[in-house]
């Protein structure tokens, strides 16, 4: 959804021109297996960053249901269409709350296979109006069926000559090839055992790493660390135009290290990981309603080991905590506009959010 924003922070969402034919058939070896698909994404607007939560449920491997909350807005979706091929599939939304504030727009998800794991939603584009958007996943979740989950393991040949042919080669290239196939651990950390050279010890905490992704490498550690003394500001625009009041800097500690409970520890090579932040804010204007706005940070964390895999960073963001209104309408549940005279945050929340690994080798 693109927003456009107005004197009082009614959100638009301009509609656009797409039509879709239904939903075709899935290949033989399903896009989304049955179960549930949840996505927390970033929209990287030109005009603002926003976040939406994503749903998407599949039963007999084809996807029925959608949802698209945008919490920010106080508006959801639903699938109204879609249209599916070989890796992607294309929805078309349908607003069901909000509809005063938000058009819908379309969302194309690629969707990539791997071996021995469920198929994932790799990429997220929004279309809007014809402009393609793109977009970061900061958090995904996937809760398959049991019988989805025996499906996996057909598919990905753990139970085929091709996985036992690679296993009982007892080689270092014969648990590389199984773990790219099961993804088990027992296999890497045979590979492991068998690795003679720095160079393929080196390759395999390199695989391990790729096929674990950044969030369940390393932990991200977040400590506030002190707030500045309250001060006046003046139409910072994070909330709302035309308003004044008092703001108080944060400054949050964050210090990122390795998991404890990978199968082997890393030793050889050095990283770089993207994470943003979050920063979820619970705004009162007035007393009518709580609206709540998101902050995003970026920073990219060094990670080698000369330092042991560790490196901090010290997170500061100036917040808007209580002021005064001028000019500002908004509309309640039932659709009543009503003016809104001064604002207050409640409360406050950081989440740090990895999104990339680049693997630095020497």
Known sequence: MRLNITAFIINMIILPSYAFSEQHEFPQKPLLY???YFYKIV????DEKYPVDITLKSLDEKIVEAHFNYYTYSCEAVSESLSVGQNFILIQEKVTKG??????SSYNFTISQFSGSPSQVTKIVNITDGTVINTDIIESKIQLTEKAKERVKYFAGI???KYHNNLNKGTFVGYISAYNISGFKKDIQSANRLAKTKKQKAKIEELLVQKLGPENVFDFTLTEESSSKLKDFKSSGLFFSGHAGLMRTYFINVKAKPKKNLPFPLKYNSYQVKVIFSIELCVHPGSMQKLFKTIYSEYVFNLVKEKNWTDSYKLEENIPIAGKLK?????????NQYSVKEFRVESLTVS?????IKVIND
């Open 34 to 36: 049955s179960g549930e």
């Open 43 to 46: 929209i990287l607007d030109s």
């Open 99 to 104: 509809k005063e504030r938000c058009f819908p």
């Open 159 to 161: 139970n085929s000559d």
């Open 327 to 335: 000019d500002v309408w908004l509309s309640n549940p039932m659709g």
């Open 352 to 356: 740090p959010h990895p999104t990339d």
